[in-house]
């Protein structure tokens, strides 16, 4: 009974520490622990709680996902309208906002407003009857709208229960919470980036990306999706009042929910009006769309006095940016050819105005897309860019067709090399397969120079394109080998030019393992994941000897991109590669342990040690790494992490062989024990 008892306490423990980090994550963006350290806490909880069943409740955080797929929605009454707004485009608009306001209180002094960004994405109400999460529904037609509780369930930054602190305002009995759910740009972006990979239809923005993601009848598919939310308001509110939209948020925000942390408090509709042009310069910037900000009074006596219109309240007003789509041509279509060899159709438009930039290009993925957005040479289209997104074409304005338009063909010879394109089975793309293709050189070199990689100063696509075109080079390693006189007889080169070159290329061996990796271009490798690499492995030589499984142990990396790093190193040419550079005296960085929870490489590592050392003896061994944080047990399982193997080892390492479990040699022990 008191094991019981203590595992029950021990469980509730677990569920109060994981909603505390998922707060301090989502709603405050400030975590206090690593995600590995989350996922273990995570992985625990789901332990304890597999082995007593009993003991699971609907709240938990492990119950966000197991729930079965649905065949329809179901209409999710909102038992208080969810309302739309009035928009403003002009400060004019604005200002007359407020002499209605001001006309139906019959008040002439201050009047004080919330600003909040608007966020583009799709209005879900959220409803929690004594401070746990019981369902959620789409806005629909602003009465009912469909039932997307199970859905709702799987996005992380929503709480499946308010946060009961002893200073928080008390929870109501039941309260209605509006949100915005939504996806942030970079989600986004990768979003489709897999889903091109895939041959699946692309998402047009982040918006329909985030309102196709909730409207799944799998939740189970919901749940990959980035989803987030913030909070902006409150419907049906039982068993308190708030006084203020601001007291409001803040309750929000205490009872754990993410909302907007760029919302504002305004002392006169001037300050609201200075806050909108610093959020337009800000909204580039931001890592999700926005399409405007709302302006809300503040005082919530005067929105139930000032009341609605038929579909809008008057104490709200939408005050929207520039849109960040525009209607243009497309005309012409032209593949690019990247470092991997694929071919990318990028149609070229007439140039247009979109969000403040102008666009003259956008991405159109691969065939399948095109084929599927039906886009013609010729045609009308909407395109749709945001912040560093690259612009896209996100709708074809088939009734604006004249009968010109000409349908794209990919070429069957490369535009570069001439070379055959094929399509590979279970490939969206078409492919150059010729590994000299200058284009792939090219752009291969530049991402090898580019900022995140090596940092070549001076080294872009123009003066890479010149260097291959005049066989000045014709490889990576190349570069290495450059010399003043190759240069300085290139018209346009003078000796300046050429020795800060050369300084700046001399100057990119000395860097970190994480940047040399992405340099490298390991397919589905992009700078965060080199970094994660780089920390773990903290060599080159750990790395390029890595098993899938191995891998696969770092959390945050699947199995596609174990596969991907794995089969690099195991190609003979990309080890030539490695080698020639790394003859040219390259010095390899490793990042520092980031703090006391992965300080240490031994940190938290399962450890066993078979066969003789020659330099010391076996419990000194195990004390050393014991005291770096290590726990030294006797036989080899899947838990093990690292087999430390001497002179003639036993049965163990063949058993570590088989479980795919990383093994050391001494020399190797010997230098990880020195980082
Ligand atoms: S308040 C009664 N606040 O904009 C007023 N709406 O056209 C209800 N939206 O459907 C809306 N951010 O999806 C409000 N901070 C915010 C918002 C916001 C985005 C969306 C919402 C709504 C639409 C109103």
């Known amino acids: 009974m008191d094991e019981k008892q203590d595992t029950g306490a021990n469980v509730e423990e677990l569920r109060r520490l994981i909603d505390h980090h998922n707060y301090r994550y989502y709603a405050l963006d400030q975590p206090e622990i690593s995600d590995s350290e989350y996922d273990r806490l995570f992985a625990e909880l789901v332990r304890l709680e597999n082995e007593n069943p009993e003991l699971i409740t609907p709240d938990s955080p492990t119950q966000r996902v197991g729930f079965a797929p649905i065949e329809k929605f179901l209409p999710f009454p909102h038992e208080m309208p969810l309302l739309s707004l009035e928009n403003a485009t002009t400060e004019k ?26 966020m583009d994405g799709l209005a879900v109400e959220m409803v929690y009857e004594n401070g746990v999460f019981s369902g959620a529904g789409t806005r629909g037609d602003g009465f009912t709208g469909e039932d997307v509780t199970v859905n709702v ?43 091109a990979r895939a041959s699946e239809p692309l998402f047009a923005n982040p918006r329909n990306a985030a309102a196709g993601s909730l409207r799944q009848l799998d939740p189970s598919v919901t749940a990959t999706r980035p989803l987030r939310a913030f909070f902006y308001g409150v419907g049906v509110l039982e068993g308190r009042q708030f006084e203020t939209q601001w007291e409001t948020l803040n309750a929000l925000k205490l009872w754990g929910l993410p909302v ?100 003259k290009r956008a991405t159109l993925h691969n065939m399948d897309e095109i084929e599927r957005k039906g886009i013609c040479i010729g045609d009308a289209v909407m395109v749709h860019r945001a912040g560093d997104v690259i612009p896209e074409v996100s709708e074809v304005l088939k009734s604006r067709r004249t009968g010109d338009e000409r349908p794209f063909r990919m070429p069957s010879a490369c535009p570069s090399c001439g070379g055959e394109v094929v399509r590979l089975p279970d490939e969206a793309f078409h492919r150059c397969l010729n590994l000299n293709c200058p284009a792939q050189v090219k752009a291969s070199i530049v991402h090898f120079a580019s900022r995140d990689a090596m940092n070549i100063e001076g080294l872009g696509h123009k003066i890479v394109s010149r260097f291959i075109d005049e066989n000045i080079i014709s490889s990576v390693p190349d570069l290495y080998t450059l010399r003043k006189e190759d240069l300085e007889h290139l018209p346009g080169f003078g ?50 000897s890595a ?63 078979t066969g003789a050392l020659s330099s010391l003896p076996r419990p000194e061994a195990a004390r050393v790494v014991a005291l770096r944080g290590a726990r030294v047990t006797d036989s080899v399982s899947k838990n093990t992490d690292i087999v430390i193997a001497g002179k003639d080892p036993g049965a163990k390492l063949a058993k570590a062989e088989k479980l795919g479990v990383r093994i050391m040699n001494e020399e190797e022990f010997a230098r990880m024990l020195d980082e």
């Open 495 to 544: 000796e300046k030019s050429a020795s800060n070159l050369l300084d700046s290329i001399e100057g990119s061996k000395e860097t970190t393992l994480s940047r040399f990796l992405h340099a490298l271009g390991v397919s589905h490798v992009g700078s965060h994941l080199a970094e994660l690499l780089a920390s773990h492995f903290k060599s080159l030589d750990a790395l390029r």
């Open 547 to 609: 098993s899938v499984a191995q891998l696969q142990e770092i959390a945050g990396i699947g199995e596609k991109v174990a596969y991907a790093v794995n089969s690099y190193f195991a190609n003979p040419a990309n080890s030539q590669l490695i080698d020639d550079l790394l003859s040219f005296g390259f010095r390899l960085k490793i990042p520092q342990p980031s703090g006391p929870v992965d300080g240490s490489f031994w940190m938290d590592k399962t450890v066993v040690f």
């Open 93 to 118: 608009d604005v200002i007359e906002f407020e002499a209605r306001i001001r006309r139906h209180l019959g008040y002439e002094g201050p009047i004080e407003y919330v600003a909040e960004p608007k």
């Open 153 to 195: 369930r799987t996005i992380r930054s929503v709480p499946l229960r308010l946060r009961a602190e002893r200073r928080n305002p008390p929870l109501p009995a039941r309260i209605a919470i509006r949100c915005e759910v939504f996806i942030e740009k970079k989600d986004f972006e990768a979003l489709n980036e897999t889903r």
């Open 260 to 359: 907007n942390p760029r919302s504002t408090i305004c002392s006169s509709i001037g300050e609201a009006i200075d806050f909108y042009n610093q959020l337009a310069e800000e909204r580039e910037k931001l890592p999700y769309e926005i399409d405007g900000m709302v302006i809300k009074v503040n005082r919530l006596d005067w929105q139930s006095e000032l009341g609605e219109k038929s579909r809008s309240p008057r104490w709200a007003i939408a005050f929207k940016f520039n849109p960040d789509e525009a209607q243009t041509h497309v005309l012409d279509i032209r593949v690019q050819v990247g470092r991997t060899g694929i071919l990318t159709p990028v149609a070229f438009l007439n140039p247009v105005l979109v969000g403040g930039v102008t666009v």
